[in-house]
């Protein structure tokens, strides 16, 4: 994405804040192009950096609504500011919830299978020898460790994956706790 496709994405998702609010914002972000530009990285590097501007312009509005509201009690700031908490709100439990859901539920999938191949690679290295397989007792106890070893090496591998997508979802958290953080500090 090029300077002035995410500078026009960010203006749209922007429409309806004070113009002069509009204008610090973009020149902000302006700025990140003109200092990462200065010091040799591209356009879409930085724009892939600011994430998605669509995204960022509907923190940037909650933002802006629990800002009016804290400086200036009154119905209508209330209802703006809880308006664009709604929309942030929304968009965690119809898009993201039900994807981390999803998620979750094969990671546990998963975990069930490497027990399961664990406890039959355990069998067969505990029990194969007695029941004369193919290939005799020293395929049995070999072929046990390989399910246990190929059990393990796969478990590591689901522990690897379950930590980077808790560390995504609480990155994601602290987003939100930045938005918040004023109002629950006044609480």
Same mark, same amino acid.
């Given at each position: 994405m090029t300077r002035a496709e995410f500078i026009a994405r960010l203006r749209r998702g922007l429409a309806g804040l004070p113009a002069t609010t509009i204008a610090d914002i973009v020149a902000d972000h302006e700025a990140h192009f003109a200092d990462a530009q200065a010091a040799g990285r591209s356009e879409a590097e930085v724009a892939a950096a600011l994430g998605d501007p669509d995204r960022l312009a509907r923190e940037l509005r909650a933002e802006a609504?629990?800002? !009016?509201?804290?400086?200036?009690?009154?119905p209508s700031n209330a209802m703006a500011a809880i308006i664009a908490l709604i929309g942030l709100g929304a968009l965690d439990v119809m898009f993201l919830l039900p994807l981390l859901m999803g998620v979750l539920g094969a990671l546990f999938? %998963?975990?069930v299978a490497v027990v399961a191949v664990f406890i039959a690679g355990g069998f067969v290295f505990a029990a194969g020898p007695f029941t004369l397989p193919p290939g005799g007792p020293l395929t049995a106890l070999l072929a046990g460790l390989g399910l246990m070893g190929l059990a393990?090496?796969?478990? *590591?591998?689901?522990? $690897? $994956?379950? %930590?980077?997508v808790f560390n995504a $979802? %609480?990155?994601? *958290? @602290?987003?939100?706790? @930045?938005?918040?953080?004023?109002?629950?500090? !006044? *609480?």
């Open positions: 609504g629990l800002k !009016q509201w804290e400086e200036k009690k009154n999938g %998963v975990l393990t090496c796969l478990g *590591a591998l689901l522990i $690897v $994956v379950t %930590v980077g $979802v %609480v990155w994601y *958290a @602290r987003l939100h706790f @930045r938005l918040l953080k004023p109002a629950i500090e !006044q *609480a």
